[in-house]
């Protein structure tokens, strides 16, 4: 199967479309706060990067500029984490954080720093 084939099947599948994103944000577990990237968005969950090692969660709250939302952990692969939302995300906020986002993660040198690691290690996809 072809990559936009692929790609067309995952979008059919999916309740809500999703925002590629690239903002730093923070997850708050019973364990305490941990820096993540957050891949992608939709109202209906995230896709997260874990930017420091941490113990396996189940249930956290996402972070992210002014906003946030309870979520649970629906899947993990290394140190990505497919957030479930309990509550869909407002149209607002996706719109919101779509115009907010390009002037934030820029900036964030935790963001370059891990940009440059994996980088480095091979693993930056572009």
Do not use: H
């Not at 690239?22 to 874990?50: F, H, M, N």
């Not at 869909?88 to 907010?100: F, M, S, W």
């Amino acid at each position: 199967m072809s990559e936009s084939a692929a790609n067309f099947d995952d979008e059919k599948r999916r309740d809500y479309l999703r925002l590629n994103l690239g903002v730093i944000a923070r997850v708050e577990t019973l364990e305490g706060r941990k820096k993540v990237e957050i891949l992608d968005l939709s109202q209906g969950g995230a896709r997260i990067r874990l930017l420091v090692d941490a113990e396996p969660f189940k249930e956290c709250v996402l972070c992210w500029l002014s906003f946030d939302s309870y979520a649970r952990v629906g899947r993990r692969n290394g140190n990505e984490l497919a957030l479930v939302f309990d509550f869909p995300l407002r149209p607002g906020v996706i719109k919101q954080t779509r115009n907010q986002a390009p002037g934030i993660w820029r900036n964030d040198s935790v963001y370059q720093g891990a940009i440059a690691r994996d980088f480095v290690q091979g693993t930056y996809n572009t």
